[in-house]
């Protein structure tokens, strides 16, 4: 990636990380991996938390009584009276108290009521839920229970709500502008002498909850079971409220309810003030950590930008960071503080996932570049070597099994003193077309042209299986593209050309050759030299293709092919060579001076 980018895209990582509180992109999936932490804690790390007693009134407790809700003042008033004589230490109240008299159906109906939240607030403290109605405005409560209940004896049994509908925070900050109002958990934690503070809910802590069904507790008070009583009850706070099915629910970051289905976190409301009150009586309510510190350090993590990174070492890297953060924030969570993950992590991936996919891409487009620039000037297989990095440019090469391609075109010289210059290039380059065509189909690597013939080889720089079988194709393939050339320069009043095509296998030294300014990929030994001098053997045995006995070695099949027997070769001892196809055979003349 050139230098200016890598600081542009540091910046735009950096830009991304920073904006992250003011866009809320990852609010979210911040309350999302904060539920997820909730649950790893609860199922890998269990912590104990104050006991809570729930009594709840559940279809049994409906069924079982016969009056409407509204006029359970006696069945009520004998809960709370019963219970505070086993001395708990506090009972919180989450049903509504009646908001008129009930005198008037039956008379001293409220007073029983009455006296019993009288009576009970002279053994234990007593909080009654408020709530507010359609317009905002608190609900109406008949004033002589509220006189009863005394000013500290009523706390609103409101939530604030996250955005996907979940309680996770206590905060009485919930009237107008941000005023403080007193909660029913809130109330119930002061008169048992704990300031309530604010913070998330602490939902890792504490086993699931159970509750006494409100009719059997009224049937223990009928009873006069006071031991039974005591040992329910005795010096633990107490709630008291619905769990029926459809009343009262609310959406949870796990299911703290045993009699729930698997995963339904719908619980009933009551539940929630008694979490409230495990994480406030045990001082755990988790404390956010300054809003600047999760952009911050997503900033810092920004700068893992500047690490070049292969993408799959990119991608294990980043998820074992994304873990060891994520399980570093989750035991912050546990010690009491809370940290916005997902910004942090997002930024993370983005820096070195991010990074190693730009480098790629970079890559790509510079894999791109150089074959637009040079991809005429070598072989495929070379150009993919080099942008690959596969090829090195240092001088030098290494010994390879090859088989060397050399042909030439019959008379060109004296072809050539009838044209014209720009006619002969023509010429010439329609011809190249066809062969290098030909043998690139074939995996073929054209080392050069020289003048109107050609040299290649194959088996480097791409290793393959068989070279000599490849070649052969090649040299074939060449003829037969030759022959469809010729049909259209004959169409145009061209003389047709003729070629020769020489092969030979053997060891050849591959690698680059010449200065450390100017060099070139090619072959040399005498692999390369012997095939040469059998190309120039096509003229005098008249066959176009004669490949030499180490090529024939390597065929699976010799089908079509004629064994010429041992020739004599300039500079070289005789050679048994083969020629093709078998129906050629008769010499062509002098062969072309070049």
């Known amino acids: 990636m050139p230098p200016k980018w890598r600081w542009y895209g540091l910046g735009a990582v950096m830009l991304f990380a920073a904006l992250q509180p003011l866009t809320g992109l990852f609010a979210l999936a911040d309350l999302k991996a904060l539920d997820f932490q909730f649950r790893l804690l609860r199922a890998y790390f269990p912590a104990p938390a104050p006991e809570v007693v729930v009594i709840g009134i559940d279809e049994a407790t409906v069924a079982r ?19 505070a004589r086993a001395k708990p230490a506090a009972i919180g109240v989450d049903i509504i108290l009646p908001d008129r008299s009930f005198n008037a159906i039956v008379p001293g109906y409220d007073r029983q009521l009455l006296a019993g939240i009288i009576e009970a607030r002279r053994n234990a403290p007593v909080v009654f839920g408020l709530t507010i109605g359609p317009t905002g405005a608190t609900r109406n409560v008949y004033p002589p229970f509220l006189s009863a209940a005394g000013q500290e004896g009523v706390g609103y049994a409101l939530w604030r709500l996250d955005m ?25 934690a002061r008169l048992m002498k704990t300031v309530p503070g604010r913070g998330l809910i602490d939902y890792s802590r504490g086993p699931r909850f159970d509750y006494l069904p409100f009719h059997d507790v009224l049937d223990w008070i009928d009873a006069g079971d ?11 706070p107490v709630l008291v409220g619905s769990v029926t099915l459809f009343e009262d629910r609310q959406l949870q970051p796990v299911d703290l309810f045993v009699r729930n289905e ?25 404390q956010p950590l300054p809003v600047w510190l999760a952009p911050a350090l997503a900033m810092l993590a920004a700068l893992f930008w500047l690490w070049p990174i292969k993408p799959l070492r990119a991608v294990v890297v980043t998820a074992g960071l994304v873990a060891g953060v994520f399980g570093g924030i989750t035991a ?24 190693s996919l730009a480098d790629q891409a970079a890559n790509a487009l510079e894999r791109l570049r150089l074959r637009r620039a040079f991809g005429a000037y070598v072989s495929p297989q070379i150009m993919d070597e080099i ?5 090195s440019g240092s001088l030098g090469g290494d010994r390879r099994a090859l088989c060397v391609l050399f042909a030439d075109i019959r008379d060109f010289t004296t072809r050539s003193e009838t044209l014209s210059p720009e006619a002969v290039i023509t010429l010439l380059n329609r011809y190249f077309e066809e062969v290098t065509g030909a043998i ?54 061209q003389t047709p050309i003729r070629i020769g095509i020489g092969l030979h296998a053997g060891d050849a030294v591959v690698g680059h050759v010449g200065s450390t300014a100017r060099h070139e990929y090619t072959a040399i030994g005498d692999t390369v030299n012997l095939a040469s001098r059998i ?26 092919f004629v064994n010429l027997g041992a020739k004599p070769v300039k500079g070289h001892t005789p050679v048994i060579v083969y020629g093709w196809p078998a129906q050629a055979g008769q010499p062509s003349g002098k062969q072309s001076t070049t």
């Open 440 to 493: 690139h189909r074939h995996d073929g690597t054209v080392d050069k042209f020289i003048g109107d013939g050609i040299m290649a080889f194959f088996g480097a720089p791409k290793a393959l299986a068989n070279p000599s079988a490849a070649a052969v194709a090649a040299a074939q393939e060449m003829l037969d593209r030759l022959a469809g050339l010729n049909e259209t320069l004959a169409q145009e009043g």
């Open 226 to 236: 006071g031991d039974k009583l005591e040992r329910a009850f005795s010096g633990r």
């Open 65 to 83: 009584l016969p009056e409407p809700l509204a006029l359970w003042h006696h069945h009520l008033g004998k809960l709370v009276r019963g219970v």
């Open 164 to 188: 996907d509908g979940s309680v996770r925070w206590f905060d009485e900050a919930l009237g107008a502008e941000g005023h403080a109002v007193a909660t029913l958990s809130g109330q119930i």
């Open 262 to 286: 698997p995963g339904d976190r719908r619980i009933p409301g009551v539940l929630v003030h008694a979490q409230v009150l495990r994480s406030i009586l045990g001082g755990t309510l988790i």
């Open 332 to 355: 912050l969570q546990r010690l009491g503080f809370f940290l916005p993950v997902s910004g942090l992590l997002a930024t993370i991936a983005v820096a070195l996932v991010g990074r």
């Open 387 to 391: 942008v690959g990095g596969r090829l």
């Open 535 to 560: 190309e120039s053997l096509t003229k005098e045995v008249g066959y176009p293709l004669v490949c030499s006995e180490a090529v024939m070695h390597s065929l699976d099949s010799t089908e079509g």
